[in-house]
T-cell receptor, first 111, second 114 residues
């Protein structure tokens, strides 16, 4: 079956670094997405990995290991505005098909 | 660019009533997705369209749910009759085709069925 696992909640302090892990077991794999969702708002795109390795985009980086079915999102220099839910999602096919989402990790950043 | 537009933003109805949610995708996007989000189940795909044609509706929970896309700029998700367990936030998203097809989400419709 399809399964995407993420921790439910994480806490961190301003200025710190936090790593949000995601493991997946899906019938196909053609890329992994990370989305950010603030409370009461829509998910917004953060990053995309299809090959093994690290993708860096400003304070955010995302890593993928296809052989291990594992990804992580790394957030550096945390700010209060980073408090949100972070959703890991797998794209199963090359065509523009839908994503399978994990239940999300709620990150709380305190001062 | 106006982004994905959904209406209404909030809907409160009574059990047994018909509910219609509406979505206008981003112009030029050829994929449209309907998702439902709840605390218990997270974000779940209900159905998606490619060039106005339904491709996969395996996520539609029951026959009470139906979706249409009569043209490239409009889609509806209908629940008839509605039940309290249908209470959730319903998101519409759109994307272009391709290996890297970032989905753009609308603001969502928060549905409450009493």
């Amino acid at each position: 079956g399809q399964n995407i696992d993420q921790p439910t909640e994480m806490t961190a302090t301003e200025g710190a670094i936090v790593q949000i892990n995601c493991t997946y077991q899906t019938s196909g794999f053609n890329g992994l997405f990370w989305y950010q969702q603030h409370a009461g708002e829509a998910p917004t795109f953060l990053s995309y990995n299809v090959l093994d390795g690290l993708e860096e985009k400003g304070r955010f980086s995302s890593f993928l290991s296809r052989s291990k079915g594992y990804s992580y999102l790394l957030l550096k220099e945390l700010q209060m505005k980073d408090s949100a839910s972070y959703l890991c999602a797998v794209k199963q096919n090359q065509a523009g098909t839908a994503l399978i989402f994990g239940k999300g990790t709620t990150l709380s950043v305190s001062s | 660019d106006a982004g994905v537009i959904q209406s209404p933003r909030h809907e409160v109805t009574e059990m047994g009533q018909e509910v219609t949610l509406r979505c206008k995708p981003i112009s030029g996007h050829d994929y449209l997705f309907w998702y439902r989000q709840t605390m218990m189940r997270g974000l779940e795909l209900l159905i998606y369209f490619n060039n106005n044609v339904p491709i996969d509706d395996s996520g539609m929970p029951e026959d009470r749910f139906s979706a249409k896309m009569p043209n490239a700029s409009f889609s509806t998700l209908k629940i008839q009759p509605s039940e309290p367990r249908d209470s959730a936030v319903y998101f519409c998203a759109s994307s272009v085709a391709g290996a890297y097809n970032e989905q753009f989400f609308g603001p969502g419709t928060r549905l409450t069925v009493l």
